[in-house]
Structure formats: structure tokens, C-alpha cells
């Protein structure tokens, strides 16, 4: 707090505030996991631009949700990792709603990007024989430019909304994270203006490329039950389902976390899905595809063999 004005200064986060002697432990695990999530995340970013067979729109914007991916979870969990180990769990108000601004421009990037991969998915199981000539590298290059672009305008204009409220106190959250909600709540300051205002905006840039996800994966499945051969349904169906694992995970996590039915009563279920968000679900993107893509295997033993030739 501001002794002169009574103004809040600095949050306290204190998600990790019970976990006495599990400290060292989480912190390990979660040191882990980020750096397993950076590495996969760089790896796949690395392969596809190196890689000549990985040149297609369904890896190009594969690599820029890797991008996302490393954005994200860098703006939280070294900060985590930083609390659980010095147990200092302040964050000044400016790293705070800038902490909240990349989270929030990344994951609403990452909306847009996993809509645009299931239409990508769309035309090359519906529609094959026109999918070159339907999406190149030119309006690949113009959709990925375009998520990245909402993302961060819609959310600068939360975060200007953010910079004129008041914090007067108190100034604890309960969370991992600079998070809307907890700021919204120890705001000071009229309140239906960005309640409104992300209500809408989380609407159009969430549910609506979910909505639409939801409508390709109708007409993907109704194409490929048409498929006449048991072996031409697996393969049609294995070019899509790495992304609808991926899409499945995040939008599920999502959804729980920032759509429940009374908030008081699951909190601590909350903050667990909180740290499944912002942790686990940025490791999934690099295992799923890495496990179940051909591709990505032809390229990671390219990589592998050259390297070793290389060394000889």
C-alpha cells in the first residue's frame, strides 16, 4: 500500500501459501515441466522452419501456436517458480496487469489459431482436390498476423481499463497469476464497464472460434464416415486428430475454469484447473503432435542423423 494515498502498490499472490514442506517438490516439478514445455515448444518451432516437407499451412501454423505456447507459459511460471522459492509472493501493480495483458493476448491468440487449424483440417479432408488453391502461403501468413493482432489489441483495450481503475485494497489474490477476475474484484473503481467489456470480448474471441471449431469437426467426421475403406476413414481421421486432442484439452480446461456455476463453492477446484491451464496444457501441444505425427518424426530423425554425421 501508498502511505500518502491509501493506494494499492503491489499484490500479494499466495497460491502456493499451504504448501509448507511441498515447496521444494512442486518447485522441481513445475521447474520440469517448463522446461520440457519450452524445449518441445523451441523444438517444433525449430523443425518447421528448417524442415522443407514441414512447409505446409497445417505446420506453419502449428510453429505460431508453439510460439504462442512458449509466450505463455514464460510470462507466468518463472514468476511461480520465483514465489516458491524466495516464498516472496509480491508482484508490483505494473508487472501485474502487464503479467495479465500477455496472458491474456496469448490465450486469446491461441483461440483464433486452433479455430484456424481446424478449417485448415476442413479443406484437406472435405475438400483435397482444392486445397492448395484455397489457402496459401500468403493467407497463411495474413490469418496468423490477424490472431496475433486481435489478441493483442482486444486485450490492450482491457488492460487500458485496467490502468484507469483504482486499487485501494485489499490487495491479496488467491492465485497463481494476475488473473481478470481477482483484479476486477480489488478494484475500487466502477466495475460494469470492464465487466462488460471483457464478458463481450471473451465471448467473441472464445466461444464463437469454439463454436466454430465445433461446426468443421460436424462436417470432418460426417466426410469421413462417407469414406467407403476402414483404412481410408484411420487416415483421414489421423490427420485431424492430434489437433482435436490438443483443442479438446485447452477449450475443455478453459471452459471449466472461466465458466462455472458458482465460484465460492469450487475455488480450490479452480485454482487446480488454474495450474493445469497455465502448466500442463502448453506441454500437451509438442508430446501430441510429436507422438502421433509422421511427419515430425521423418524431421526430428533428419535433424538426428545430420547432427551425428555431422559429429563424424
Known sequence: MDPENGNVTEFLLV????????RTFVFIFLLLIYIFTLSGNLLIIFLVATNARLRSPMYFFLSNLSISEVAFTTNIVPNMLDNLLSQNFSISLPRCLTQYYF???TATTECLLL???????????????????????????????CSWLAGLTISMVTLILLCKSNFCGPNII????????????????????????????ASLLTLLPFVFIITTY???LYNILKIPSATGRKKAFSTCSSHLVVVSTYYGTLITMYVAPSRKQIFSISKALSLLYIVVTPLLNPIVYSLRNKEI??????????FTTANF
Open 297 to 306: 518424426h521423418f524431421a526430428l530423425n533428419s535433424i538426428t542423423k545430420y
Open 174 to 201: 488467491d492465485n497463481f497469476f494476475c488473473d481478470l477476475s481477482p483484479l476486477i474484484e480489488l478494484s475500487c473503481s466502477d466495475k460494469l464497464v470492464i465487466e462488460m467489456e471483457s464478458f463481450v470480448f
Open 103 to 105: 496472458f491474456s493476448s
Open 218 to 220: 460436424i462436417m470432418i
Open 115 to 145: 479455430a484456424i487449424m481446424s478449417y485448415d483440417r476442413y479443406l484437406a479432408i472435405c475438400r483435397p482436390l482444392h486445397y492448395f488453391s484455397l489457402i496459401n502461403f500468403q493467407l497463411c501468413c495474413q490469418t496468423a498476423m
Open 15 to 22: 497460491g502456493f501459501k499451504n504448501l509448507h514442506s511441498f
